[in-house]
């Protein structure tokens, strides 16, 4: 198979390009430019670094396969960049990797794979992609620490028709072993932690700079009382206990976050329970399935026991079996079945309906 | 061609060196290797054969050998000429006159000009690629130091009335050194400095089967310009620096084998490059720029309406063919060609441009290959 690999520089997808290369497939190596400086240049820090598509052309010339750094700079920044800040302009928490995963690497990439006559694409996220009778399933890795399928949960079964994970069996020492038999340069780089367009920059800053009106208001108590004022809600996301002026006895949290009014709610601790929640922009993989559901509220999160109600086509209501802290509006909820995805979607607080998107 | 063997066609980036210029290089090693400005026997052998290949160069472009300085390639030559008549310039009114669709190495020069507070003019071309003479003259005044106008443009082949414009100058009785970027031009052009009528131009080795890393500097006699390098007293006291003596005997050689075959050189070009576009004409929705004016035999610049040139290219070279977007780019950055942008293609097409060069060792049947590589990556796009 002619196989297009994502390439970041890090060593997951060094050692995907190593497996399907050594599997005997024609690979090709694609690192994705996302994120530029002023000058069209590859940014210092963060992701997709000028040193991070050096490191990506070392490891496809030590396979001998052809490599391209190809420009997605356009994409990310209409859809993932934008989203993020407009996010954090609404008081929402945003989750800029499955934007990108939805808009960039399996939408505009895969159409490019498909221009280049590739059978299929494969990055190195840990998940896996399990075949059941022509429909394609989404699982979580085997190595459960490094699972990444949280933030694929959008892929449906005719997407994951076209994609591969090889990591999805491996432990992530294993693939440092790979990467060290195959002599890749990368096999003890650290990995990657931040934001990728943030880099090490607080990601507040980047936001304030590009958020043209003020959004400073009130900050206020669970008795309705004012706490003072707030330089802007952007700096808030539900759960937060940084900002918040001290001296209240009890450690007070973000509870709500009212962006038209530009209040930011606190409460004590227990306000944030977290019972039932609504779903929003929901897809699933192949069919919904409603037995031994499990949600995920976060990135790797504990899966909690759940049952979900349809409220629409594309919009769901998540009861947990019991409730839980820290659910954030904009983050996803991503629902699993054992291992199997179910399916995903935007988290809408109930205590927050007045912000529905 | 055999199936497998990969076709080159970027050639306007860098061509493969020819049998003699490697031949030169390594005899020029091998027995003149010493430093060219020494007081012995070895290096009087070094100093001959530069001295030697110096003539013979300056033969070739109609100029006297003192006004040939070798430099690292043509965009040092560039920069030489653009920045020095800006330093220490005691006149703060000092202007450049240049046009919107130079080489980079000077655009980039013109714009650290700017950046010292002289006035940079900027002259664009015409929607077909063409500098007018007379946006040129009229940019040019009384403070304008220094007019660069290359001689055909890299990224299009389309060539520039570089002749008329020195003619306009002269005319205007200005003080004012022409400079030319003839590095495209001389590709597939029997050149003389003099009857073009320019003062200064850049020449690069690796664009006629040369080294790289070796270029000229043609300047009149008439001009004085500051060292750009400094250090030893090479080069006329020019340009400091031992002198890459193998790179000028090698060039040297090369220069002679093309401007020997020039006429045989180009009709097989021709004859190659009009293949491969009729071709693609006839079968696809295309457009090659410069059709309708003169244009270098080498280059052809095509708009594939609704494809984007990045996909293709990656496409091409997948099947064995080799081309380029334009100009080089090591990041990967899918900018506007700034030559396109001053030709005023639209942008839903600008990012749909690719450049083929033919070259001096494409061979018969290598424009009917091209074409049947673009059409299967046209089709499988589709």
Redesign the interface.
Do not use: C, H
């Given at each position: 198979m002619r196989v297009l690999v994502a390439m970041s520089g890090g060593v997951d997808s060094s050692v995907v390009a190593g497996l399907l290369k050594s599997q005997g497939h024609e690979v090709?190596g694609v690192?994705m430019?996302l994120w530029?400086g002023p000058n069209?240049?590859?940014p210092e820090t963060g992701c997709c670094t000028?040193s991070d598509?050096e490191d990506a052309r070392k490891v496809a010339a030590k396979l001998d396969i052809?490599y391209?750094?190809?420009?997605y700079?356009e994409s990310f920044s209409e859809k993932v960049v934008d989203n993020f800040i407009d996010m954090y302009a609404r008081g929402l928490t945003p989750n800029p990797c499955v934007e990108c995963n939805r808009s960039v690497k399996f939408d505009h990439f895969l159409k490019?794979a498909k221009?280049?006559?590739c059978d299929k694409v494969a990055t190195g996220h840990y998940a896996k992609v399990v075949e059941k009778d022509k429909t394609f399933e989404l699982h979580k890795a085997d190595y459960l620490d490094k699972d990444q399928s949280y933030v694929l949960h959008m892929l449906t079964s005719s997407t994951l028709e076209h994609v591969m994970f090889p990591l999805g069996t491996i432990s992530k020492p294993e693939v440092r072993q790979i990467a060290a038999d195959l002599g890749l340069k990368t096999a003890f780089k650290k990995d990657s932690q931040d934001i990728c367009f943030v880099g090490k920059k607080n990601y507040r800053n980047f936001v304030d700079k590009r958020i043209d009106i003020s959004t400073s208001g009130e900050i206020v108590n669970s008795d309705g009382s004012s706490m003072g004022q707030h330089s802007g809600v952007h700096e808030f996301t539900v759960g937060q206990r940084k900002g918040i002026p001290g001296g209240q006895g009890a450690p007070k949290y973000v509870t709500k976050i009212d962006v038209r009014n530009k209040k930011v709610f606190v409460g004590d601790k227990k306000d944030l329970l977290t019972a039932s929640f609504y779903l929003e922009d929901v897809s699933f993989v192949n069919d919904i399935v409603n037995d031994n559901l499990t949600i995920q509220t976060r990135y790797n999160s504990e899966d909690l026991p759940c049952t979900i109600e349809m409220l629409s086509e594309h919009s769901l209501e998540v009861t947990l079996l019991e409730p839980t802290y820290g659910v954030a509006p904009g983050q996803f909820g991503v629902l699993y079945t054992g291992t199997k995805l179910i399916g995903g979607g935007r988290i809408t607080s109930k205590l927050n309906e007045a912000l529905t998107v | 061609m055999k199936k497998n063997e990969y076709l080159y066609l970027d050639h306007a980036a860098s061509t493969p060196m020819r049998d003699v210029a490697f031949e030169a290089y390594k005899k020029t090693e091998a027995e003149a290797f010493a430093n060219s400005s020494g007081g012995h026997a070895l290096s009087r052998k070094a100093k001959n054969i530069l001295e030697d290949s110096r003539d013979n160069i300056a033969g070739h472009f109609g100029a006297a050998p003192k006004e040939i300085t070798f430099t690292s390639g043509g965009t040092e030559a560039d920069n030489w000429i653009i920045k020095m008549p800006f330093i220490n310039n005691k006149n703060k009114s000092a202007e450049l006159v240049t046009s919107e669709i130079e080489h980079e190495a000077v655009l980039a020069s013109a714009e650290w000009v700017e950046s010292l507070g002289y006035k940079v003019n900027l002259v664009p071309c015409d929607n077909r690629g063409v500098i007018e003479t007379k946006d040129v003259l009229e940019a040019v005044n009384s403070n304008t130091e220094i007019v660069s106008i290359m001689l055909a443009n890299n990224e299009t082949g389309i060539i520039q009335p570089v002749k008329e414009i020195a003619q306009g100058l002269k005319a205007l009785n200005s003080k004012l050194i022409f400079h030319s970027d003839v590095v495209q031009a001389v590709a597939t052009t029997k050149l003389d400095f003099h009857n073009l009528g320019i003062q200064s131009a850049a020449i690069s080795g690796h664009k006629i089967g040369g080294p790289k890393g070796i270029g000229i500097m043609y300047l009149s006699s008439e001009v004085k310009l500051p060292s750009f390098l400094h250090g030893g007293k090479q080069e006329l006291e020019r340009r400091a620096g031992t002198v890459n003596v193998s790179g000028v005997a090698s060039l040297s050689a090369a220069l002679d084998e093309q401007q020997q075959n020039i006429i045989s050189q180009n009709e097989k070009i021709r004859n190659e490059r009009q293949e491969f576009e009729n071709i693609l004409k006839n079968s696809q929705d295309i457009i090659v720029l410069g059709d309708d004016v003169d244009r270098l035999e080498h280059i052809s610049n095509i708009q594939f309406k609704g494809f984007n040139s990045?996909?293709l290219m990656?496409?091409l070279?997948?099947q064995g063919l080799g081309v380029s977007r334009g100009s080089a780019c090591a990041?990967?950055?899918?900018?506007p060609s700034h030559v396109l942008q001053s030709m005023k293609i639209s942008s839903d097409v600008i990012n749909s441009h690719l450049r083929f060069s033919f070259g001096w060792n494409s061979k018969k049947g290598d424009g009917i290959h091209a074409a049947e590589i673009v059409i299967a990556s046209i089709e499988?796009?589709k």
């Open positions: 090709i690192t430019k530029e069209g240049e590859m000028a598509s052809p391209y750094v190809l420009d700079t490019q221009k280049l006559n | 990045e996909t990656v496409s070279d997948l990041s990967g950055a899918q900018k499988g796009m």
